[in-house]
């Protein structure tokens, strides 16, 4: 499996002169573009419905649970990153840390996973789960990762959207009133003037 792995990595890991176009939207996808899950989150639940208010709790509990279990894995069973071992190129500084699985992509896609298992989140929820194919290829292109951090990324990303959809009774109500609260004392004056939803 180790040899398949490396094998796929240097397949799709930047050669040693990288065309410059690519390097560049690498760094886009693989550095940049986690900043839209906060941003779909944050506009989802200002301007959005209840329902839809409830659907991000639930998507951030999913992204939250991911990265914790990752974290644990990470630390029960540090795996090295290519640049640890000095396989193929690496164009960008990362912290030497464990790779498996990746932190990066188990958060974009538990929330991903987590709203496509919702009606009126679903269309976000495919964009974000076809979106983390060309992040990991990004990823392991600038040399942070190998492609089974990606799937073990994948997998755990996928539980954890399961769980916490599953188990969402158990919390739930609870953080959406605490959340709701908080939303109403400190967005008052923009509730009044119709800027976004009470």
């Given at each position: 499996?180790?040899?398949?792995?490396?094998?796929?990595?240097?397949?799709?890991?930047a050669p040693e002169h990288p065309n410059t176009l690519a390097v560049k939207l690498a760094?886009?996808?693989?550095?940049?573009?986690?900043?839209?899950?906060?941003?779909?989150?944050?506009?989802?639940?200002?301007?959005?419905?209840?329902?839809?208010?409830?659907?991000?709790?639930?998507?951030?509990?999913?992204?939250m649970l991911g990265l914790l279990v990752s974290q644990v894995i990470g630390l029960a069973w540090p795996h090295p990153r290519p640049f640890m071992i000095g396989l193929g190129h690496t164009l960008?500084?990362?912290?030497?840390?464990s790779s498996f699985p990746s932190d990066h992509l188990t958060l974009w896609w538990a929330v991903g996973f987590s709203l496509l298992?919702?009606?009126?989140?679903?269309?976000?929820?495919?964009?974000?789960?076809?979106?983390g194919a060309p992040i990991?290829?990004?990823?392991?292109?600038?040399?942070?990762?190998?492609?089974?951090?990606?799937?073990?990324?994948?997998?755990?990303?996928?539980?954890?959207?399961w769980l916490t959809w599953r188990e969402a009774r158990w919390y739930l109500r609870p953080i959406f009133r605490l959340a709701s609260g908080i939303h109403r004392s400190f967005l008052g004056r923009l509730i009044a003037r119709g800027w976004v939803r009470e």
């Amino acid at each position: 499996m180790a040899r398949f792995d490396y094998a796929f990595f240097l397949w799709l890991n930047a050669p040693e002169h990288p065309n410059t176009l690519a390097v560049k939207l690498a760094v886009v996808l693989a550095e940049r573009l986690i900043w839209a899950i906060p941003l779909l989150i944050g506009i989802c639940w200002l301007r959005g419905s209840g329902t839809t208010r409830r659907g991000m709790l639930v998507a951030t509990a999913s992204g939250m649970l991911g990265l914790l279990v990752s974290q644990v894995i990470g630390l029960a069973w540090p795996h090295p990153r290519p640049f640890m071992i000095g396989l193929g190129h690496t164009l960008i500084a990362h912290v030497a840390d464990s790779s498996f699985p990746s932190d990066h992509l188990t958060l974009w896609w538990a929330v991903g996973f987590s709203l496509l298992r919702q009606r009126r989140t679903r269309s976000a929820g495919v964009a974000l789960a076809l979106l983390g194919a060309p992040i990991a290829w990004a990823r392991i292109y600038l040399g942070v990762h190998f492609p089974l951090d990606m799937l073990g990324a994948a997998v755990v990303a996928a539980l954890s959207a399961w769980l916490t959809w599953r188990e969402a009774r158990w919390y739930l109500r609870p953080i959406f009133r605490l959340a709701s609260g908080i939303h109403r004392s400190f967005l008052g004056r923009l509730i009044a003037r119709g800027w976004v939803r009470e």
